[in-house]
């Protein structure tokens, strides 16, 4: 199976975030048990960029997820 690639472009100012999820991944190895991280922000922040740096960084499986654009159901529900 073939496994997607991505390029991944030098991101600016996100030494911090990428430091903060290498500490959170070494205690992960080291058997601290699991994480879970909450990642948000406005479109076109670099959300995605980010988690790509890190993936490609950890070398380890990553798993992603995504939703559906489902409608918002009405206040009263019908």
Known sequence: ???ATHEIPA???RAVCLSE???LLDAIRGGSGGQVVLLGGEAGDGKTSL???FCASARER???GSCEPLSTPRPTGR
């Open 1 to 3: 199976m073939a496994v």
């Open 11 to 13: 991101l600016l100012e």
């Open 21 to 23: 999820s290498d500490g």
């Open 51 to 53: 988690l790509r740096a």
């Open 62 to 64: 990553a798993l992603w």
